[in-house]
């Protein structure tokens, strides 16, 4: 039977960059896959991290930045990008765009999942 889900969970981050989890541990309890809508500043920034998820990124507005030991990829909006299980990445967004975009990781997020570097 479909399972209707109203609302979602605000995720609190560091940054600026708010986290609307639908689908995934937080708000449904679900552990194999999460989707969550993401807005992020101008200029915002995370810890790089090697996470141990598959994430696949839809950004809907501005641009999304996924730096990675071999350069960096610039996705736009109405493009998307894979990052794999065992990457190291960073997102971020540049000083002239932020970005709203939905991610969806498998398994689902968890902050111990995504193994953040230090700040």
């Not at 991290?49 to 736009?76: A, N």
């Not at 540049?94 to 939905?102: I, K, N, Q």
């Amino acid at each position: 039977m479909a399972e209707l889900i109203e609302k979602a969970t605000r995720v609190p981050v560091p940054g600026g960059k708010v986290i609307d989890e639908y689908v995934g541990r937080v708000n449904t309890g679900e552990d194999a896959v999460s989707i969550a809508h993401m807005v992020a500043p101008a200029g915002w920034t995370e810890p790089f991290q090697t996470p141990e998820f598959d994430e696949y990124t839809l950004v809907l507005r501005g641009r999304v930045t996924v730096e990675t030991p071999d350069g960096t990829v610039e996705v736009k909006a109405g493009r998307a990008v894979v990052t794999r299980a065992g990457e190291r990445i960073r997102y971020a967004t540049p000083p002239d765009s932020g970005a709203e975009y939905v991610a969806v990781c498998r398994p689902a997020f968890a902050p111990d999942l995504a193994r953040r570097d230090p700040e």
